[in-house]
């Protein structure tokens, strides 16, 4: 199937400054890509790529196999900016409709993005009024009118509580079974491991990876770890585990952590349940996050 | 046509929503209605005098508020767009930066000519119930040819005004810009030519000197309402070159559109090139 977004080779600068180095990304249709990396990585510009707002230095971005400047691909394209903002003196229904039109949008759309964004409350207040998060939701219905096959979401949980939070990515797994194509950039967040297809990690410019969560678990080699507590002999199973060559650590008064390279998981979770008791047992398997730190950290070894 | 359309209403409502179109609109009336009964006060005679003195006082007047409404209300159309952010989300959009533009030129150039026809109409209206023996076909050609054009006036100035924005990367840049342009036109433009004149003592090509007049909206404006009247009043200023250019009111005419096409033509060059 034709990819969705296909971005070859492309290098951007700003006047001397390379901010983006020979990336290469593609997006399938249905897929949920996040795209992470700190401050000033290049995720906002590589959107901005993708939407047409920028013409990349070198390289080449299709999206739908067309240009993205193509009027044809922005009728099919959402997208969030990040810090969005709207006209101050309008309501946040006026600006959905304004926007409506734009887009060509059916009007019947508006009252039910409002719902689902939960401001039907705040429709006829003026955008003057709303909170951060507020602002962050009305500019997300406004990234869903005309039905989008493809969504851009600029740091998207920007000013959210929690629960907000939990909303938007409901949102997403509702998209995406719907069959929308979904690019989000943002730090690393905590929990949205479960509702994106792959993961690309972007620093200075340059992607150092990418693919699914557990491709970049195997790849990064991170151990899972196995704490266990409510040990009867913590130190009898640390001495038989560290002389194995594990590495572990005691964990709260009695019990004890080891860490589980690739495929030790499960052998070591059955010697745990033969010679001891546990009241408890927690895997951690490597999170994004630590996932995040691991590529960080590795270019600046690489380079020692 | 639909997403200029779209556009413009937008900016249109926005007219209405902050009283911009009622304010221009009682503005014009007031003063317009004032100057017909007070404007020759100055000569010692209160009351309406003539058609021709009513309306060159009114162009007088004009010259000076067109351009300043006009750019008010437009300097702010590219660049407060982007400052707020909102330029970002319409160039996502399906629609052309020409659509855009159109579309404020629009919605701005709506506001204008409904608050010039709304505003000077009614001075109008009151000069031909109030006023006995009125000459009423004198009376319309004078004051709809006097609307005509300074809507365009105004336009040619909302021109100006998306050019400034274009090329401002903030907007209070753009508002410094557009005074300057507006004291440009309408002051230092005119003095300039003057003192040209007096400098040189009427020796600078004297033939060369009147078509200067055609490179200000604002002196093409008013030669096009100071013409065509019988007794015509007397010409005072640079107004009194144009006794010496012999181009007919058409030529006015097209020059005046040409001050509405030429700014928003390079209005729409520039804001291509503007980085998004
Ligand atoms: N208009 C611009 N002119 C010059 N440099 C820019 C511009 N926009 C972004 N940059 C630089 O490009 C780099 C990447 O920025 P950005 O894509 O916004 O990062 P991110 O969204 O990942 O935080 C940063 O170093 C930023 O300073
Ligand atoms: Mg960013």
């Known amino acids: 199937m034709m990819p969705v977004v296909e971005i070859q080779g492309v290098t951007q600068r700003y006047g001397h400054a390379t901010v983006l180095h020979d990336l290469n990304l593609s997006l399938a249709p249905g897929e949920v890509l996040g795209l992470f990396g700190h401050n000033g990585a290049g995720k906002t510009t590589s959107m901005k790529l993708i939407l047409g707002l920028l013409q990349a230095s070198s390289g080449q971005v299709r999206v739908f196999?067309?240009?993205?400047?193509?009027?044809?691909?922005?009728?099919?394209?959402?997208?969030?900016?990040?810090?969005?903002?709207?006209?101050?003196?309008?309501?946040?229904?006026?600006?959905l409709q304004h926007f409506a039109r734009l887009k060509g949008a059916p009007m019947s759309q508006v009252a039910t993005l409002l719902e689902d964004v939960g401001l039907t409350a705040a429709a006829r207040r003026r955008v003057k009024t709303y909170s951060k998060g507020m602002r962050q939701r009305l500019g997300l219905a406004q990234a869903l009118l005309g039905e989008p096959r493809l969504l851009l979401l600029d740091e998207p949980t920007v000013g959210l509580d929690p629960i907000a939070t939990q909303d938007l990515y409901r949102l997403l797994d509702r998209l995406r079974g719907?069959?929308?194509?979904?690019?989000?950039?943002?730090?690393?967040?905590?929990?949205?491991?479960?509702?994106?297809?792959r993961a690309a990690i972007l620093t200075q410019g340059r992607l150092l990876a990418l693919g699914t969560l557990a491709a970049l678990r195997?790849?990064?080699g991170l151990p899972t770890l196995i704490r266990s507590s409510g040990l009867q002999r913590a130190a009898l199973l640390q001495k038989r585990w560290s002389e194995a060559g594990h590495v572990t650590r005691r964990w709260g008064a009695q019990g004890l952590q080891v860490a589980a390279f690739n495929g030790n998981k499960l052998d070591l979770l059955r010697q745990l349940l033969d010679q001891e008791n546990p009241s408890d047992v927690e895997i951690v398997v490597p999170s994004l996050e630590d996932l995040y730190r691991h590529y960080m950290d590795s270019p600046a070894e690489r380079a020692l | 046509m639909t997403p200029i359309w779209n556009m413009a209403r937008k900016e249109f409502s926005d007219g209405l929503r902050n009283r911009w179109l009622l304010a221009i609109s009682l503005l014009f009336a007031v003063l317009a209605i004032g100057i017909a009964w007070l404007g020759a006060a100055a000569s010692g005679q209160l009351g309406f005098t003539s058609i021709p003195a009513t309306i060159a006082s009114l162009a007088s007047l004009a010259t000076f508020l067109m351009p300043l409404i006009a750019l008010l209300l437009a300097y702010d159309a590219i660049v407060g767009e982007d400052e707020s952010g909102t330029l970002l989300l319409l160039l996502t959009y399906p629609l052309g930066r020409g659509q855009i533009l159109l579309g404020k030129f629009v919605g701005h150039g709506l506001i204008l000519a409904l608050a010039t026809f709304i505003g000077f109409g009614c001075a109008m209206l009151a000069i031909a119930l109030l006023v006995d023996d009125v000459e009423f076909s004198l009376l319309l050609w004078a004051f709809g040819r006097f609307m005509l054009t300074s809507t365009l006036l105004g336009w040619g100035f909302l021109g100006l005004a998306y050019v400034l924005s274009a090329?401002?990367?903030?907007?209070?840049?753009?508002?410094?810009?557009?005074?300057?342009?507006?004291?440009?036109?309408?002051?230092?433009?005119?003095?300039?030519?003057?003192?040209?004149?007096?400098?040189?003592?009427?020796?600078?090509?004297?033939?060369?000197?009147?078509?200067?007049?055609?490179f200000n909206p604002a002196d093409v404006y008013r030669l096009i309402n100071l013409s065509g009247f019988d007794t015509g009043p007397a010409s005072v200023g640079v107004m009194a070159l144009a006794g010496d250019l012999a181009v007919p009111t058409a030529v006015l005419w097209?020059?005046?559109?040409?001050?509405?096409?030429?700014?928003?033509?390079w209005a729409y060059w520039l804001f291509g090139r503007r980085a998004a």
């Not at chain 2, 097209?254 to 033509?265: D, K, N």
Request: hydrophobic fraction near 50%.
């Open chain 1, 65 to 95: 196999g067309r240009a993205p400047s193509d009027p044809q691909v922005r009728q099919m394209l959402g997208y969030l900016p990040e810090n969005v903002t709207f006209y101050p003196q309008l309501s946040g229904l006026e600006t």
């Open chain 1, 178 to 197: 719907q069959g929308t194509s979904i690019i989000l950039c943002s730090h690393v967040l905590p929990g949205v491991e479960a509702h994106i297809n």
């Open chain 1, 218 to 220: 195997e790849e990064a």
């Open chain 2, 167 to 214: 090329v401002s990367a903030e907007k209070s840049t753009a508002a410094g810009l557009a005074l300057g342009v507006w004291f440009f036109f309408v002051l230092v433009f005119d003095l300039a030519l003057l003192a040209l004149l007096v400098i040189s003592e009427g020796q600078f090509s004297p033939t060369l000197l009147p078509w200067l007049l055609l």
């Open chain 2, 254 to 265: 097209l020059c005046l559109a040409l001050w509405v096409v030429g700014p928003l033509a």
